[in-house]
């Protein structure tokens, strides 16, 4: 018996250890057949969602304003939503804000210069506003004491801008001459109180519902503000009289040192017949508006040498709407350091303003010639002046006659 236990024992081993290799084998192989761990799948597919999404809220919060949805309703209010015109403004305004575009520009390089008479006020009204002011001052005003000659003079301007609505030069004295010598020995601070109080009272000739204060071009203004916010520096040049234009525009909050016109000789009060550089003033005296203007006017090519002069720095935008600013709109065109544009206004509106169908077809016919981008009055504007203001007729020769008798 022995014998045979002893045989037994080793095939009992043997036979349990295949067991034990089967059973090892088994699991092994079954463990191949199952599923890859499904603990980590989950965290595959979230990572990315919790990774990337921040980044992508961020982004319009640093966006430039002009980039962002623009709400034209309230930016805009007195445009035609799809006017051309603002699409090509609002387009380079964002390029030039977008600090991650090719185009962006320092704000301290976004210069936009605007004319004032026909392009951010009524130029009709019925002529340029500084004749209104010096038509006023001679043949209105009875504080004024005109000389004959400046009566002669006025009578006739008014007459023509009364019955055709058209500037008239009169023989003698040119336009700033008179402007000038109707105002001559006023501090600047008084003339500029004087020009305010006109612009506030009187009423623009050829209008219901308006004083010159309030006659200026609504949709202009907007463009104004909206470059303002875009931080554009904003210059008047105008070849009105500087002083003129100073007090015009100080409604708008155009600083003066940002008024480019047409200069009034500043003369010491105690002067006398010295020359300036011979006379020393002492600090009682002030300063006087002498006359005439500048013999250099502001105007066509004048407008870039001011520009050059006084800001230092050339236009990526201008504003014009006559011959007197082809200049000043191809100088911001022609900008060697950023590709600038030139906007101009033509007065193609018959029925809301004095416009003229022939003139603004030669008007468009150069504008297409030269590569600016037309504003038209009649298409791009919804309102000129705004609710309560109506176009009425010149008041003709029945009003004009009796002054220029």
């Excluded at 295949?18 to 057949?33: P, S, Y």
């Excluded at 699409?87 to 991650?100: H, I, S």
């Excluded at 504080?143 to 003698?172: I, S």
């Excluded at 004083?211 to 916010?229: C, K, N």
Aim: proline share 7%; with cysteine; hydrophobic share 40%.
């Amino acid at each position: 018996m022995r014998e045979k236990s002893v045989r037994i024992w080793p095939l009992v081993i043997a036979f349990l250890a295949g067991v034990a290799l089967a059973a090892a084998a088994a699991v092994l192989w079954a463990g191949r057949q199952q599923p890859a761990p499904q603990q980590e799948q989950p965290v595959q597919q979230e990572q990315p969602a919790v990774q990337e999404q921040p980044v992508q809220q961020e982004v319009p919060a640093e966006t430039p304003k002009a980039a962002q949805s623009l709400d034209y309703a309230a930016t805009f209010p007195s445009w035609d939503p799809d006017s051309p015109a603002l699409a090509e403004l609002t387009a380079f305004v964002a390029d030039v804000t977008d600090a991650g575009s090719p185009g962006y520009l320092d704000p301290a390089d976004r210069i936009a210069t605007f004319d004032m008479d026909g392009t951010i006020l009524c130029e009709k009204a019925p002529v340029y506003v500084d004749y209104c002011l010096t038509m006023y001052r001679v043949l209105d005003d009875p504080t004024f004491d005109a000389t004959d000659e400046e009566l002669d003079a006025m009578r006739q301007v008014r007459e023509h801008a009364y019955t055709e609505g058209r500037t008239f030069h009169p023989e003698g004295p040119t336009k700033h001459d008179l402007v000038a010598s109707a105002f001559a020995g006023m501090t600047p601070e008084e003339f500029r109180a004087y020009v305010v109080a006109f612009a506030e009272h009187v009423d623009v000739v050829g209008f219901e519902g308006m004083t010159y204060g309030q006659s200026f071009y609504r949709p202009m203004i907007e463009v104004m503000d909206y470059l303002r916010e875009n931080d554009f520096d904003v210059w008047i040049v105008s070849a009105s009289g500087r002083e003129v234009v100073r007090a015009i525009v100080s409604s708008l909050d155009i600083p003066f040192d940002h008024v480019v016109g047409t200069d009034v000789p500043y003369v010491a009060s105690g002067k006398g017949a010295e020359a300036a550089d011979e006379y020393n003033m002492s600090s009682d005296e002030t300063i006087l508006l002498g006359a005439p203007l500048a013999d250099v006017e502001v105007g066509q090519s004048g407008k870039p040498a001011a520009i050059a002069r006084e800001i230092g720095k050339r236009p990526v935008l201008a504003f014009g709407n006559s011959a007197g600013d082809y200049s000043m709109l191809n100088y911001a065109e022609g900008n060697p350091d950023h590709t600038g544009m030139g906007f101009f206004v033509v007065c193609d509106d018959t029925v809301r303003e004095y416009g003229s169908d022939e003139k603004a077809a030669d008007y468009c016919s150069v504008v297409e010639q030269e590569g600016w981008t037309a504003i038209s009055m009649a298409r791009d504007w919804q309102t000129i002046y705004g609710d309560g203001v109506r176009k009425t007729e010149l008041p003709g020769v029945e009003e004009a006659l009796p002054l220029a008798a």
